[in-house]
């Protein structure tokens, strides 16, 4: 019986034991956070505002709808308006006439080659067989060729036998009207742009790759526009894309419209849109820009006749310019032949003669083709394509 007690006892006091654990280690678990507080539903949310905390009150003016700009009326914060591009300023190009005259001293390297060897040689006191042939090497040297070079030499000798007494002076004369009489002064140099009885003038601008052929096109341009005449511009070179871009720059600085088709594009097609639109728009002149072509290319030199033929559709050319590099010299000549053969040549138009000794090649290459010289490059400036004046270049060449 003691013993069932004790056992009791000792059980009560186990589980008394037990239970005061329990609940101390219940006292010392940590609580869980209180629920956030309930806001006032009758107190209305204050509106936050960008960079300020939300129950910070705003002492912002509130503007008025008439004060708050309309969208599109200024440009967004931080956004910048796209710059205005403007139209580039039209230039006034200076008056051709006496052009030539204004660049004499471009053709100074020639004039000490020919010119002033020339006077030279002749100022000598005995002129022998050896003296005479330098008088021919100098002008060969020149480019003058073979026959003019023959005949020159030929009146030289006999006006100079029979003048006797050779003072500077006089030799300066003599020689000035002998290469006036081998450079041409009866030969009509004018550009024909005003056709009778219609508009516009067709002049097509041909030649050899590297010659400066779309340069001169853009110059002639100015050349007209500032003799007064109106230009649409033919970008007829197709197998570059630079020179439509380089013709369009030339055109826009005279205010010439050009007129230009896609990238290897058929060329006789631009060349005959030139024609229409410059007849559209009523202008004086319409300037066609050839591709480069080699002489020897058949496939590209019968292409160069395709285009004069589409555009005589419209109207016959009045001009067809061969563009000829002087520092060339007699190879120039071979280039002319083949052209000549393809489209009729009316005209030629000599580049980059301020950079050679070889003024005789202007002799040369009528003489080859039976056309004038009407222009010549004198320079990279935009002006510096002159009219061919024949008294100012033989006095340019032979000097004062």
Request: charged residues 25%.
């Amino acid at each position: 019986m003691e013993t069932v007690i004790l056992a009791v006892v000792i059980a009560v006091v186990v589980l008394g034991a037990l239970g005061g654990l329990i609940v101390g280690s219940r006292r010392h678990k940590p609580l869980p956070p209180a629920p956030p507080k309930t806001p006032d539903i009758t107190a209305p949310p204050a509106e936050p505002h960008v960079g300020e905390e939300a129950e910070t009150p705003s002492d912002e003016e509130r503007r008025s709808i008439e004060e708050v700009g309309l969208p599109g009326a200024s440009a967004p914060v931080g956004v910048e308006e796209p710059p205005t591009v403007e139209a580039p300023p039209i230039e006034i190009p200076e008056p051709s006439a006496g052009r030539l005259v204004r660049l004499r001293a471009r053709l100074s390297r020639s004039q000490n080659a020919l010119g002033k060897g020339l006077l030279t040689l002749l100022s000598r006191e005995h002129l022998d067989e050896e003296t005479w042939e330098e008088v021919e090497d100098t002008l060969l040297t020149a480019d003058v060729g073979v026959l003019p070079t023959e005949e020159l030499v030929e009146r030289l000798r006999e006006r100079v036998r029979v003048l006797g007494t050779r003072t500077p002076v006089e030799l300066r004369g003599l020689l000035r009207e002998e290469l006036l009489a081998l450079v041409g002064t009866d030969m009509d140099r004018t550009v024909k742009t005003e056709p009778e009885a219609r508009r516009p003038g067709i002049v097509m601008v041909v030649g050899v790759n590297g010659t400066g052929k779309t340069t001169t096109t853009g110059k002639l341009a100015r050349v007209l526009v500032a003799d007064g005449r109106t230009v649409v511009l033919g970008a007829a070179d197709t197998f570059r894309a630079a020179a439509a871009d380089q013709l369009q720059t030339w055109g826009e600085r005279v205010g010439a419209y050009t007129v230009r088709g896609p990238e290897a594009g058929d060329p006789a097609s631009v060349a005959f849109d030139a024609v229409k639109e410059g007849k559209e728009m009523g202008v004086d002149v319409v300037l066609i820009d050839t591709a480069g072509r080699l002489h020897t290319k058949t496939g590209l030199m019968d292409e160069l006749g395709k285009v004069k033929r589409v555009v005589e559709k419209h109207a016959p050319l009045d001009e067809v310019l061969l563009v000829l590099d002087a520092t060339t010299g007699q190879n120039g000549l071979v280039q002319a032949r083949v052209f000549a053969e393809v489209v009729d040549i009316t005209g030629i138009v000599l580049t980059k003669l301020d950079g050679t000794a070889k003024g005789g090649i202007v002799v040369a290459v009528q003489r080859e083709l039976g056309v004038p010289v009407k222009l010549i490059g004198l320079g990279e400036g935009a002006d510096d394509l002159a009219p061919f004046e024949p008294e100012a270049f033989v006095d340019a060449l032979i000097g004062d």
